[in-house]
T-cell receptor, first 114, second 108 residues
């Protein structure tokens, strides 16, 4: 059973381009979470999704950022018109039942905006 | 909003020493988790605590969930070089809230 798979591991985008980050949760995990980590800081919650539904997006900027978790395929975090301040590590986590099992994290996507 | 503060911010210790780190919160959590993050990787779960006052061990690691449900500590005994990394506490309510992290360096 593979862990939480994120790709790409590293992504370089020029200012104004779009960034698409993918996350395949572990098999049987229907809860997906996205976090952002700036250098030397902790992980900050962005969004919580269950299949086809956004449950909590309170940590996600209102503009330029969107997330989805379709019925088929990976969860996608999309950042439009990237700016330098979007440079960070973005982590995805999944869980079958967060209260009983906590979250399992992927290795992250490191986004660099140049 | 909910905030978890960890102390110390960083620690430099010699191999074989014991380590203790703390986490305090302004809010009550029903579940506390301790994660370790290696450079360039995602956090890995070390210990989960579900009941106030609970003391749980995982090998050389021991963690306790405070009675008030607003704090927790993590102890590492007889540290080894591979213990190097950043240790995060996290409180679970409707989502996981992470602490500020304790960076551990172990010298041989």
């Amino acid at each position: 059973n593979a862990g939480v798979m994120q790709n790409p591991r590293h992504l370089v985008r020029r200012r104004g381009q779009e960034a698409r980050l993918r996350c395949s949760p572990m098999k049987g995990h229907s809860h997906v979470y996205w976090y952002r980590q700036l250098p030397e800081e902790g992980l900050k919650f962005m969004v919580y999704l269950q299949k086809e539904n956004i449950i909590d997006e309170s940590g996600m900027p209102k503009e330029r950022f969107s997330a989805e978790f379709p019925k088929e395929g990976p969860s996608i975090l999309r950042i439009q018109q990237v700016v330098r301040g979007d440079s960070a590590a973005y982590f995805c986590a999944s869980s079958p039942d967060p209260v009983r099992y906590g979250y399992t994290f992927g290795s992250g996507t490191r986004l660099t905006v140049v | 909003g909910q905030q978890l503060n960890q102390s110390p911010q960083s620690m430099f210790i010699q191999e074989g020493e014991d380590v203790s780190m703390n986490c305090t919160s302004s809010s009550i959590f029903n579940t506390w988790l301790w994660y370790k993050q290696d450079p360039g990787e995602g956090p890995v779960l070390l210990i989960a605590l579900y009941k106030a006052g609970e003391l749980t061990s995982n090998g050389r690691l021991t963690a306790q969930f405070g009675i008030t449900r607003k704090d927790s500590f993590l102890n590492i005994s007889a540290s080894i070089p591979s213990d190097v990394g950043i240790y995060f506490c996290a409180g679970l309510s409707d989502k996981l809230i992470f602490g500020t992290g304790t960076r551990l360096q172990v010298f041989p």
